[in-house]
């Protein structure tokens, strides 16, 4: 089995960045698609971006393309979200989440197995 530990988060202005970062434990992440999401108060959760095994592969919501950045170190069993130009509807608790590739890896029902989340929080 695999345990995800999100880190990174926090609170920063509209315009800024942040770079997350997704740790596993347990089995490699190199057999793993990952992907990220986020919840905000009272919205369902979203699909955000997802990586292939190498890497050579991304996906990425139309809310974020050409904002976000989605990359994976394997030797390091890590995954990253860089966030730039960062604005309020950003605002959410982000989830990173490993997939054995099956399904659509858009839907949060391709994920086997998820992390504890971590809060990001855009001032306007």
């Known amino acids: 089995q695999v345990q995800l530990v999100e880190s990174g988060g926090g609170l920063v202005q509209a315009g800024g960045s942040l770079r997350l970062s997704c740790a596993a434990s347990?089995?490699?992440?190199?057999?793993?698609?990952m992907g990220w999401f986020r919840q905000a108060p009272g919205k369902e959760r979203e699909f955000v971006a997802a990586i292939s095994w190498s890497g050579g592969i991304t996906l990425y919501a139309d809310s974020v393309k050409g904002r976000f950045t989605i990359s994976r170190d394997n030797a390091k069993n890590t995954v990253y979200l860089q966030m730039n130009s960062l604005k309020p509807e950003d605002t959410a608790v982000y989830s990173c989440?490993?997939?054995?590739?099956?399904?659509?890896?858009?839907?949060?029902?391709?994920?086997?197995?998820w992390g504890q989340g971590t809060q990001v929080t855009i001032s306007s």
């Open positions: 347990g089995r490699t992440l190199s057999n793993y698609y």
């Open positions: 989440a490993a997939s054995t590739g099956v399904g659509n890896l858009r839907e949060q029902y391709a994920y086997a197995y």
